[in-house]
């Protein structure tokens, strides 16, 4: 049973800074918003995005060992009635037995316009490659890393005068703006 009514149960998932926790978590506080953070967890336990989490009074969860890690989530994510993962900035990949015995949707943002640049280091190679535009999406998780299908993208222009950190800071932009909307549109369309 869902703890708000109207509102999915969502977990995100994230290994450092949280910037993306932090909108969605503004977003979240909306009083139209389709989700409500009941739990943050990580992979990192000194990840800043988890003391935000827990200044803003959600559940945190963090664990750097690789054995126990999706188990214990799991158990967490059931405790909770947790109806939605939202990666953000969650460096680890999560094997197939977690995404199977989760069995409800995980959504993921990368910072580039999938398909292109999978992986890491994407400003660096579309700036090697002498990319015109670069970019985020937001797409369904599925076994195969940066593979799902994608919800929304947005893109941005990459200047001459751009490097990695410049474009990171852009992208990041509108990857704040772009996640509560991706969300809205897939909850809508379930
Ligand atoms: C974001 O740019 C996100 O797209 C990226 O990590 C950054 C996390 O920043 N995610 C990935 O690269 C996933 N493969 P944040 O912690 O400030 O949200």
Redesign the pocket.
């Known amino acids: 049973m869902e703890k708000y009514p109207g509102k999915k149960n969502t977990a995100v998932f994230?290994?450092?800074?949280?910037?993306?926790?932090k909108s969605l978590i503004k977003y979240s506080k909306k009083k139209n918003s389709l989700v409500k953070i009941i739990l943050v967890i990580s992979n990192n336990p000194s990840a800043e995005?988890l003391k935000y989490a827990s200044r803003s009074k959600i559940k945190i969860y963090g664990n750097k060992k690789k054995s126990n890690f999706e188990n214990k989530s799991l158990k967490l994510l059931k405790k909770y009635n947790i109806d939605l993962i939202c990666?953000?900035?969650?460096?680890k990949i999560l094997s197939g037995n977690f995404i199977k015995k989760f069995s409800k949707p995980i959504l993921?943002?990368?910072?580039s316009l999938l398909p292109k640049y999978k992986?890491?280091n994407?400003h660096e190679r579309a700036i090697k490659n002498k990319d015109r535009f670069a970019g985020?999406s937001i797409h369904k998780v599925t076994e195969k890393l940066?593979s799902g299908k994608v919800i929304l993208q947005k893109k941005v222009k990459i200047l001459k005068s751009d490097n990695v950190r410049s474009l990171?800071k852009k992208?990041?932009k509108i990857?704040h703006e772009i996640y509560p909307k991706a969300i809205e549109m897939f909850l809508a369309n379930l």
């Open positions: 994230i290994s450092g800074r949280g910037s993306n926790l995005g990666l953000a900035g969650f460096m993921n943002i990368h910072p992986g890491l994407t985020a940066d990171e992208v990041l990857e």
